[in-house]
T-cell receptor, first 115, second 112 residues
Framework: NAGVMQNPRHLVRRRGQEARLRCSPV?????VYWYRQLPEEGLKFMVY????????ESGMPKERFSAEFPKEGPSILRIQQVVRGDSAAYFC?????????????FGPGTRLTVL | GESVGLHLPTLSVQEGDNSIINCAYS??????FIWYKQESGKGPQFIID?????DKRQGQRVTVLLNKTVKHLSLQIAATQPGDSAVYFC???????????FGTGTRLKVLA
């Protein structure tokens, strides 16, 4: 199964630490999206990346959060100096192309818990 | 029956009955709609999609209906099975964008 892979599946951090979440898209997909899901809520768009480019980060907090999708390797969502409010499930999705009617395939998510 | 809990509305149906899950979408410019199923601890799984130039689309045991006049989307599941128990989300997208807007979700409980 060459679907979207995310790791770690579960991540526990203390306040002030850094969290790094990794996402490997479906093989051949060059478009990656990150979403955040709070308990009992729908997913909220954070950022859209293509290889080596951030296309849209309008859903991502201005501070402490960053994302990258290097030419080689997985996409990384990085949260610096985590706070309790960052506790959530973070999902990565990938697609083959951009534009309308373009199905996004989701990974299993990383559940971040901030103590 | 259908009830609204603290967060997610819940729909309870008997095994073998048909389920109808409803969604009101927000953007009149949205022209692509997707239903996702999310089981506990897993990521959203694609079920079926529909474009705005259609009002009905059928898959295996599932049917999506789109009413653009009232911005309403529904998912019908025929002969509901225990494995259908999950949270169901509708998502909308506008042509040329990629930011799926997800609804709040409905929890489906299948009673044996």
């Amino acid at each position: 199964n060459a679907g979207v892979m995310q790791n770690p599946r579960h991540l526990v951090r203390r306040r002030g630490q850094e969290a790094r979440l990794r996402c490997s898209p479906v093989k051949g997909h060059s478009h990656v999206y990150w979403y955040r899901q709070l308990p009992e809520e729908g997913l909220k768009f954070m950022v859209y990346l293509q290889k080596e480019n951030i296309i849209d980060e309008s859903g991502m907090p201005k501070e402490r959060f960053s994302a990258e999708f290097p030419k080689e390797g997985p996409s990384i969502l990085r949260i610096q100096q985590v706070v309790r409010g960052d506790s959530a499930a973070y999902f990565c999705a990938s697609s083959h192309r951009q534009g309308a009617y373009n199905e996004q395939f989701f990974g299993p998510g990383t559940r971040l818990t901030v103590l | 029956g259908e009830s609204v809990g603290l967060h997610l509305p819940t729909l309870s149906v008997q095994e073998g009955d048909n389920s109808i899950i409803n969604c009101a979408y927000s953007n009149s410019a949205s022209d692509y709609f997707i239903w996702y199923k999310q089981e506990s601890g897993k990521g959203p799984q694609f079920i079926i999609d529909i474009r705005s130039n259609m009002d009905k689309r059928q898959g295996q045991r599932v049917t999506v209906l789109l009413n653009k006049t009232v911005k309403h989307l529904s998912l019908q599941i025929a002969a509901t099975q225990p494995g259908d128990s999950a949270v169901y989300f509708c998502a909308e997208d506008s042509s040329g964008t990629y930011k799926y807007i997800f609804g709040t979700g409905t929890r489906l409980k299948v009673l044996a």
